[in-house]
């Protein structure tokens, strides 16, 4: 078992546990050796780093103008940030809606100050999620998407997701990565993630269709 | 009838013919006839009556995926749209007044929308013209009519328009909702709230409800020994189930609902005396909901293509009138089959619509129809439940393929975040129809 005292001191914090715990990232954040900005932006020296501040991310408005406004991700800001990120951040791109328990929050910190920082102890990045994670058929990635079918096809996501990728409530998915938005589409068209409103939508659409609108809204992450 | 001759014929529908194959024709034709006003403007012209949620999103697709090919006008009386979803959550004291407002220039600046802030008064569906209130008419070779509802005279006895400031319907959003929300407000300690419910089929069929949840937590604040009585002509009604478990939750004693099996459909209101009676006992009231019977907007009627009971019937595929092949109706005011009439529904409706008539007008391709429709409803604080469907057209109706609703029993959070995504849903559409 890695355990770790910050400086602060006051808490012992299992990095085992927070590994495991970092599984609910995964889906959108890579870390490690090699880590890419995938739906979320790679959190490689995290720490001490300015929010909203790497290159090639397309960050909420609201992120950026945090990091301009003086956040830096010192652990306690992160601590804050992850047991409610709209409560530090509002308007923040991250759907996700908190790790209430301050344990929790300790060990996932943890493990992510080893994983982040240069050095021996880095791993190399895990991918975002996968389509074995799934039980789907990766040939599902290899689906070229026609675009313009996916344009049409986007007018029944836009009444729910605000195509400037802004978000409140229901995630942004403008620009995502062709793959991560594939996964995500056909975990929900099996029933493998769930959430009713998506399992909807996603039955009815074919692989090609699916492939058509994560080729549309990729397209649509490069307008201005 | 009314299709027109010859050249103009050749518009009805997605019959194969490309615009420049029509063009070749009528130029050729066009010394027998009156050119069509695509030949005097040189772009297709639409004209779209409605600015809400059918109109307003059919006009911003037209004009943003025709990339200015297609000349789009808006007639849209009022300079700000009042949406009437999320108007409940404004009485419930969830929402600001002006964040249900919402203005038609980015509409105009960004796409290049005509909106003429008048009302259209009539369609002459042979020379293909709309006539506006103020005057003037608009020539169009696609017209897409989404005027929402209007109600039906006499549906309840002693209640017609002249009376909506005393006994609000609130059932179009705006100042009528504003009143109803001040009624409720100076309502006298343990005083009662009375709606009169609508017959189906009306816009939102969770709408009362949800309306009744919000009037609740109001009182239940400021007046928690007021009541409030539904007189119904239904016996169900929309999420029933998960309604009345939040009634009973949050609001245990305060709610009577009178079906008409208790003589729900046997009512008569007296706005002079603030009066009620429902099958011949009177209760007194003092604030008074009415919501009658609906049709489509009156401009339906007029263009004559409404069937006897108020609705103009379209065709699935493109929402086209069954009546006219060159009129598209949306929203509230189609007769399509199996959707409910909501704002998400006509903003589905009006995605097919703007494709069907970008490939009439100009070249672009037609995909097969797709609807779907998700209504969220506020039951409490953090209470939220919703209903979805997806739908498909086929040559008699659009046909639900598909749906799921909110389960009674559900944790607290998954309530939440049902709540929280409706305020998602809330922010995409508006943007969906007027960014
Ligand atoms: C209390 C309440 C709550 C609701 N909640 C929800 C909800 O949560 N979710 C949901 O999806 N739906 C909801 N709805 C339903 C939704 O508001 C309607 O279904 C939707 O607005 C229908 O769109 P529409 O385009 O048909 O009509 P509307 O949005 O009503 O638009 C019609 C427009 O046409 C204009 N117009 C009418 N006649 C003319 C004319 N002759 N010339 C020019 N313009 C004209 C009107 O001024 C109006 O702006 C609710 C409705 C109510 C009453």
Same mark, same amino acid.
């Given at each position: 078992m890695l355990a770790l005292v910050p400086a602060g001191g006051a808490w012992s914090a299992d990095a085992e546990r927070g590994k495991a715990l970092y599984a609910q990232c995964k889906r959108c954040h890579q870390v490690g050796d090699g880590a890419a900005h995938r739906i979320g932006p790679h959190l490689n020296d995290v720490f001490g780093r300015a929010a909203g501040s790497l290159e090639g991310f397309r960050y909420s408005p609201a992120m950026k103008a945090a990091g301009a406004g003086g956040l830096v991700w010192t652990a306690a800001a992160l601590d804050g940030f992850l047991s409610e990120p709209r409560a530090l951040v509002p308007r923040s791109r991250m759907s996700y809606a908190g790790m209430k328990e301050a344990t929790d929050r300790a060990d996932l910190l943890a493990w992510l100050r080893l994983s982040s920082g240069g050095g021996p102890d880095r791993p190399a990045a895990e991918p975002t999620a996968t389509p074995e994670e799934y039980g789907l058929d990766p040939q599902l990635l290899t689906i070229t998407g026609d675009p313009d079918y996916g344009a049409y096809l986007a007018g029944e996501c836009t009444t729910c997701h605000r195509p400037d990728g802004g978000e409140e409530g229901i995630p942004a998915i403008t620009g995502w990565p062709h793959d991560d938005f594939v996964i995500a589409l056909q975990a929900y068209k099996r029933g493998k993630r769930v959430h009713p409103a998506m399992q909807l939508v996603a039955r009815r659409l074919s692989d090609e269709e699916i492939a058509a609108l994560a080729a549309h809204f990729r397209r649509a992450g490069d307008e201005p | 009838m009314n299709q027109g001759e010859g050249v103009m014929s050749q518009w009805k529908g997605n019959n194969g013919l490309s615009r420049r194959q029509v063009l070749a024709t009528a130029v050729a034709a066009s010394t027998a006839l009156s050119a069509p006003a695509v030949l005097a403007q040189g772009r297709p012209r639409v004209v779209v009556v409605g600015g809400g949620a059918g109109g307003a999103t059919a006009a911003r697709y037209i004009a943003r995926d025709s990339r200015g090919a297609v000349d789009v006008t808006l007639v849209e009386p009022t300079r700000a749209y009042y949406s009437c979803f999320f108007s409940n959550l404004y009485i419930g004291g969830f929402r600001e007044y002006a964040s249900i407002g919402h203005s038609y220039g980015a509409l105009a600046a960004n796409h290049g929308i005509n909106v003429v802030h008048d009302w259209a008064v009539s369609v002459d569906r042979d020379k293909r013209t709309v006539g506006l209130a103020g005057g003037g008419s608009l020539s169009y070779d696609r017209?897409?009519?989404?005027? #929402?509802?209007?109600?039906?005279? #006499?549906?309840?006895?002693g209640w017609d328009l002249s009376q909506q400031n005393r006994m609000p319907h609130a059932y179009k959003a705006g100042?009528?909702?504003q009143l109803l929300k001040a009624q409720i407000e100076a309502m006298p300690e343990g005083g009662v709230y009375c709606m009169v419910a609508p017959p189906n089929p009306f816009r939102c069929p969770p709408g009362p409800y949800e309306r009744i949840s919000m009037v609740a937590h109001v009182l239940k604040q400021t007046n928690p020994t007021a009541k409030i009585l539904i007189v119904d002509p239904k016996p169900k009604f929309s999420k029933q189930g998960?309604?009345?478990? #939040?009634?009973q939750r949050h609001y245990a004693g305060m709610i009577e609902r009178i079906g008409p099996d208790f003589g729900g459909d046997k009512v008569e209101v007296r706005p002079a005396s603030m009066e009620v009676v429902i099958d011949g006992e009177v209760n007194k009231v003092d604030a008074c909901n009415v919501i009658p019977a609906q049709q489509a907007g009156r401009i339906a009627a007029l263009a004559g293509i409404t069937n006897d009971a #108020?609705?103009?019937?379209?065709?699935a595929h493109t929402m086209q009138s069954r009546a006219d092949g060159n009129i598209h109706v949306l929203g509230d005011a189609s007769q399509q089959g199996d959707m409910p009439k909501s704002g998400f529904s006509a903003n589905s409706q009006a995605k097919v619509c703007a494709m069907a008539v970008r490939g009439a007008l100009t070249d672009s391709k037609v995909y097969p129809a797709r609807f779907s429709n998700?209504?969220?409803s506020l039951i409490a604080t953090d209470d939220g439940v919703k209903v979805g469907a997806s739908y498909e057209a086929t040559d008699e109706k659009i046909a639900k393929t598909d749906g799921f609703i909110s389960q009674t029993g559900e944790s607290a959070e998954v309530r939440k975040a049902t709540y929280e995504e409706s305020l998602g849903w809330y922010s995409a559409i508006s943007d969906d129809m007027f960014s």
């Amino acid at each position: 078992m890695l355990a770790l005292v910050p400086a602060g001191g006051a808490w012992s914090a299992d990095a085992e546990r927070g590994k495991a715990l970092y599984a609910q990232c995964k889906r959108c954040h890579q870390v490690g050796d090699g880590a890419a900005h995938r739906i979320g932006p790679h959190l490689n020296d995290v720490f001490g780093r300015a929010a909203g501040s790497l290159e090639g991310f397309r960050y909420s408005p609201a992120m950026k103008a945090a990091g301009a406004g003086g956040l830096v991700w010192t652990a306690a800001a992160l601590d804050g940030f992850l047991s409610e990120p709209r409560a530090l951040v509002p308007r923040s791109r991250m759907s996700y809606a908190g790790m209430k328990e301050a344990t929790d929050r300790a060990d996932l910190l943890a493990w992510l100050r080893l994983s982040s920082g240069g050095g021996p102890d880095r791993p190399a990045a895990e991918p975002t999620a996968t389509p074995e994670e799934y039980g789907l058929d990766p040939q599902l990635l290899t689906i070229t998407g026609d675009p313009d079918y996916g344009a049409y096809l986007a007018g029944e996501c836009t009444t729910c997701h605000r195509p400037d990728g802004g978000e409140e409530g229901i995630p942004a998915i403008t620009g995502w990565p062709h793959d991560d938005f594939v996964i995500a589409l056909q975990a929900y068209k099996r029933g493998k993630r769930v959430h009713p409103a998506m399992q909807l939508v996603a039955r009815r659409l074919s692989d090609e269709e699916i492939a058509a609108l994560a080729a549309h809204f990729r397209r649509a992450g490069d307008e201005p | 009838m009314n299709q027109g001759e010859g050249v103009m014929s050749q518009w009805k529908g997605n019959n194969g013919l490309s615009r420049r194959q029509v063009l070749a024709t009528a130029v050729a034709a066009s010394t027998a006839l009156s050119a069509p006003a695509v030949l005097a403007q040189g772009r297709p012209r639409v004209v779209v009556v409605g600015g809400g949620a059918g109109g307003a999103t059919a006009a911003r697709y037209i004009a943003r995926d025709s990339r200015g090919a297609v000349d789009v006008t808006l007639v849209e009386p009022t300079r700000a749209y009042y949406s009437c979803f999320f108007s409940n959550l404004y009485i419930g004291g969830f929402r600001e007044y002006a964040s249900i407002g919402h203005s038609y220039g980015a509409l105009a600046a960004n796409h290049g929308i005509n909106v003429v802030h008048d009302w259209a008064v009539s369609v002459d569906r042979d020379k293909r013209t709309v006539g506006l209130a103020g005057g003037g008419s608009l020539s169009y070779d696609r017209l897409v009519l989404s005027p #929402g509802i209007d109600f039906k005279e #006499g549906s309840v006895a002693g209640w017609d328009l002249s009376q909506q400031n005393r006994m609000p319907h609130a059932y179009k959003a705006g100042s009528q909702t504003q009143l109803l929300k001040a009624q409720i407000e100076a309502m006298p300690e343990g005083g009662v709230y009375c709606m009169v419910a609508p017959p189906n089929p009306f816009r939102c069929p969770p709408g009362p409800y949800e309306r009744i949840s919000m009037v609740a937590h109001v009182l239940k604040q400021t007046n928690p020994t007021a009541k409030i009585l539904i007189v119904d002509p239904k016996p169900k009604f929309s999420k029933q189930g998960l309604f009345e478990e #939040g009634w009973q939750r949050h609001y245990a004693g305060m709610i009577e609902r009178i079906g008409p099996d208790f003589g729900g459909d046997k009512v008569e209101v007296r706005p002079a005396s603030m009066e009620v009676v429902i099958d011949g006992e009177v209760n007194k009231v003092d604030a008074c909901n009415v919501i009658p019977a609906q049709q489509a907007g009156r401009i339906a009627a007029l263009a004559g293509i409404t069937n006897d009971a #108020g609705w103009a019937p379209v065709v699935a595929h493109t929402m086209q009138s069954r009546a006219d092949g060159n009129i598209h109706v949306l929203g509230d005011a189609s007769q399509q089959g199996d959707m409910p009439k909501s704002g998400f529904s006509a903003n589905s409706q009006a995605k097919v619509c703007a494709m069907a008539v970008r490939g009439a007008l100009t070249d672009s391709k037609v995909y097969p129809a797709r609807f779907s429709n998700t209504c969220w409803s506020l039951i409490a604080t953090d209470d939220g439940v919703k209903v979805g469907a997806s739908y498909e057209a086929t040559d008699e109706k659009i046909a639900k393929t598909d749906g799921f609703i909110s389960q009674t029993g559900e944790s607290a959070e998954v309530r939440k975040a049902t709540y929280e995504e409706s305020l998602g849903w809330y922010s995409a559409i508006s943007d969906d129809m007027f960014s």
